[in-house]
């Protein structure tokens, strides 16, 4: 069974740029979250989706970045414009509806703004 | 303010030696506490979840303790293997919250030959 995936596992852009990260959960995993860790500091949840709906996005730091789950498979996060704190590595993680505790991850993308 | 410290940072042990990770939260209301195993370029992966009335759980050479009256949690890896370098996290999930999950910044350990 292939897991969580996620594209790119690396990115590089400059501050004022666009970027979009790219998530597959694990096929029938309704549960989508989206976490990140920024340099030296803990993980920290982000947004979650059932299906194609946001039950929560309040860990999103602010506006400049959004979440999208349309037809409920995939998921993107766009940064735009990306700034130098956006720097980290994004996870995704996705769990069955009736175990959310049960979450597996994805290797994350790493993004560097410089 | 809930929050999850765990200790030491870092950790550096010969192959085949016993090691303790400590977590504390502080966490209200708790639901349960995990500990994940990260390695480098990987996502975080399961080793163990516990919910209030268990104070024990084991997964092969991993055994992790729950004390819910002192907010305390240990990982204990026995018999270590240069496989089990990677960063272990403890993570408390918040009662009544779906996915809310409250991570500690997790300790690095090496595991030297």
């Known amino acids: 069974e292939a897991g969580v995936t996620q594209f790119p596992s690396h990115s590089v852009i400059e501050k004022g740029q666009t970027v979009t990260l790219r998530c597959d959960p694990i096929?029938?995993?309704?549960?989508l979250y989206w976490y990140r860790r920024v340099m030296g500091k803990e993980i920290k949840f982000l947004l979650h989706f059932v299906k194609e709906s946001k039950q929560d996005e309040s860990g999103m730091p602010n506006n400049r970045f959004l979440a999208e789950r349309t037809g409920g498979t995939y998921s993107t996060l766009k940064v735009q414009p990306a700034e130098l704190e956006d720097s980290g590595v994004y996870f995704c993680a996705s769990s069955f509806r009736d175990r959310k505790y049960e979450q597996y991850f994805g290797p994350g993308t790493r993004l560097t703004v410089t | 303010k809930n929050q999850v410290e765990q200790s030491p940072q870092s950790l550096i042990i010969l192959e085949g030696k016993n090691c303790t990770l400590q977590c504390n939260y502080t966490v209200s209301p708790f639901s349960n506490l995990r500990w994940y195993k990260q390695d480098t370029g990987r996502g975080p992966v399961s080793l163990t979840i516990m919910t209030f009335s268990e104070n024990t759980k084991s997964n092969g050479r991993y055994t992790a303790t729950l004390d819910a009256d002192t907010k305390q949690s240990s990982l204990h890896i026995t018999a270590s293997q240069l496989s089990d370098s990677a960063s272990y996290i403890c993570?408390?999930?918040?009662?009544?919250?779906?996915?809310?999950?409250?991570w500690g910044a997790g300790t690095k350990l090496i595991i030297k030959p």
């Open positions: 096929s029938g995993h309704d549960n």
């Open positions: 993570v408390v999930s918040v009662f009544g919250s779906n996915y809310q999950l409250i």
